[in-house]
């Protein structure tokens, strides 16, 4: 199976591409589900879309910029940087600038930024599953060759759906990040920590299939990036555990 036409459909000589259209449309689902489960977390609606408002653009242009900054001997113009609706967005560069946003703007509304990133980040999971399938319609972020059923097309060869892999884990971590989150007793950044931890597991297997790895020297950058965020996670997973009171879902 090859990927599919790339480009959605055309509005005033402007190809619009799938690859914007669900990267959209997991952000916006994304903020509505975190708006439903708020109360939880004792944050209002407000809150969230004001977080949000903030945190999406200053995502991409994190993601565009980290992409970029590896890939400099590519993008030459400033127009060239700027273009991303052919691909070009790093998901590690978005989560690092959204979690810088989120502390920002928690300081300021006198929010616990741990509280809420343990409200948004199941929700991010799933943006990234949808997402991913951006990927495959840009025929981009795939594995080199392979002779297994499920591989698709790409330049007549024959290659592993890396996108796929983890569209899939991420979905599946959704689900488990948000029963942790809606039904246990937890401190607050556990879901979080679990997040980094789970999260980069995957990356750190998955970039090992991948072509079109950013690099740092001789080493791929999404691997040392994971590698990093494991261990943040276990140790603000064990910190927060042991120095921070735990709480559950209905006294948030």
Same mark, same amino acid.
């Given at each position: #199976? =090859?990927?599919?036409?790339?480009?959605?459909?055309?509005?005033?000589?402007? +190809?619009? %591409?799938?690859?914007g259209i669900l990267i959209a449309f997991? #952000?916006? @689902?994304?903020?509505? *589900?975190?708006? %439903? %489960?708020?109360?939880?977390?004792? !944050?209002?609606?407000?809150?969230? @879309?004001? !977080?949000?408002?903030w945190m999406l653009p200053v995502g991409v242009i994190g993601a565009r910029f980290y992409y970029v900054i590896f890939n400099l001997d590519y993008y030459k113009t400033l127009s060239s940087m700027l273009d991303i609706r052919g691909g070009?967005?790093?998901?590690?560069? =978005? *989560? !690092?600038f959204s979690a810088i946003t989120i502390f920002v703007i928690c300081r300021r509304k006198k929010l616990d930024p741990l509280n809420v990133l343990d409200l948004f980040i199941p929700t991010v999971a799933l943006a990234q599953s949808i997402g991913r399938w951006g990927n495959f319609f840009n025929?981009?972020?795939? =594995?080199?060759?392979?002779?297994?059923?499920?591989?698709?097309?790409?330049? =007549?060869?024959?290659?592993?759906?890396?996108f796929l892999y983890e569209s899939i884990w991420c979905l599946l971590l959704f689900f488990a990040l948000s029963w942790f989150n809606n039904n246990k007793r937890y401190?607050?950044?556990?879901?979080?920590?679990?997040?980094?931890?789970?999260?980069?597991?995957?990356?750190?297997?998955?970039?090992? *299939?991948r072509? +079109?790895? @950013? #690099?740092?020297?001789?080493?791929?950058?999404?691997q040392v990036i994971s590698i990093c965020a494991i261990i943040l996670g276990i140790f603000l997973y064990r910190y927060v555990s042991v120095n921070r009171r735990i709480e559950t879902p209905e006294k948030q």
């Open positions: #199976m =090859g990927h599919p036409d790339p480009i959605a459909f055309t509005i005033f000589g402007i +190809d619009i %591409r799938w690859y997991g #952000m916006l @689902l994304a903020v509505f *589900l975190s708006c %439903r %489960r708020a109360p939880r977390h004792g !944050i209002t609606d407000e809150d969230v @879309l004001d !977080i949000a408002i070009g967005l790093a998901i590690h560069g =978005g *989560l !690092i025929g981009e972020a795939h =594995g080199g060759p392979t002779d297994l059923p499920w591989g698709i097309i790409v330049d =007549g060869v024959k290659v592993h759906p890396t401190a607050n950044g556990q879901t979080f920590s679990l997040y980094c931890i789970f999260y980069s597991l995957e990356r750190f297997l998955v970039e090992s *299939l072509t +079109d790895s @950013l #690099m740092i020297g001789p080493f791929r950058q999404a």
